[in-house]
Structures are given as structure tokens and as C-alpha cells.
Nanobody, 123 residues
Framework: QVQLVESGGGLVQPGGSLRLSCAVTGVILSTSHMGWFRQAPGKEREFVAGISWRGSSTYYADSVKGRFTISRDNAKSTVYVQMNSLKPEDTAVYYC????????????????WGQGTQVTVSS
């Protein structure tokens, strides 16, 4: 059974940082492309960042480029996203996802999803 479990969300002030983790079981992480998405209230789920199965390629939405960094540790079956210089507009539920083929931005094309972790950026 495939499980993706996100953690690390919380309340942070504007300009602060958080690191989200996604623990993966039931699928061979080393052969899966991974992604982070987010969904704010009343908005559609959107792509945030993606990483190829070997970690050699990373992809970012323009809105987070230069502030967020995605990484993976296949030995620990965990994927991370380091979020710096957070803004109120980054407030959303953040989801990790796994896909067997290449990273794509469309959320409908991903195979497995976690339950999400809330990130709130507010003073």
C-alpha cells in the first residue's frame, strides 16, 4: 500500500522559513519522480516544485523560484521542500505527490498523493 505522509507545516511569520517533509512507503522512491503542490482556500491545486527520481533535475513554479528548494533522500524514502522568505500568499495546504514518469505541472497526472499539511504565513 502506497503512503505519502507530509509533516512540518505550521504557522510562521512573513519572511520566515519552514521545511516540509514527505515520508514515502509502499513505492520505490528511488524510481519515482516527486512533486509538491499546494491548494489555498477557494483556489485550484497548483504545482510548487518537482524533482526527478535521481534528484538531478528540479522544477519550480515562478512564484516560488529562488525561495523554495526541493530535495530528496532516497535512502530515507523522504522528500523535502525548504521554504524561505515566506509570504502570506504562500498560505495553503501543501501536498506531496509521486509519479512514475516525468515531472509535470498538472496535478491530475500524478499517481499518488499525501493528505497534506497546513502552512499559514501570518503576523
Amino acid at each position: 500500500q502506497v503512503q505519502l505522509v507530509e509533516s512540518g507545516g505550521g504557522l510562521v511569520q512573513p519572511g520566515g522559513s519552514l521545511r516540509l517533509s514527505c515520508a514515502v512507503t509502499g513505492v520505490i522512491l528511488s524510481t519515482s519522480h516527486m512533486g509538491w503542490f499546494r491548494q489555498a482556500p477557494g483556489k485550484e491545486r497548483e504545482f510548487v516544485a518537482g524533482i526527478s527520481w535521481r534528484g538531478s533535475s528540479t522544477y519550480y513554479a515562478d512564484s516560488v523560484k529562488g525561495r523554495f528548494t526541493i530535495s530528496r533522500d532516497n535512502a530515507k524514502s523522504t522528500v523535502y521542500v525548504q521554504m524561505n522568505s515566506l509570504k502570506p500568499e504562500d498560505t495553503a495546504v501543501y501536498y506531496c505527490a509521486a509519479r512514475r514518469t516525468r515531472v509535470v505541472e498538472s496535478p491530475t497526472s500524478w499517481d499518488y498523493w499525501g493528505q497534506g499539511t497546513q502552512v499559514t504565513v501570518s503576523s
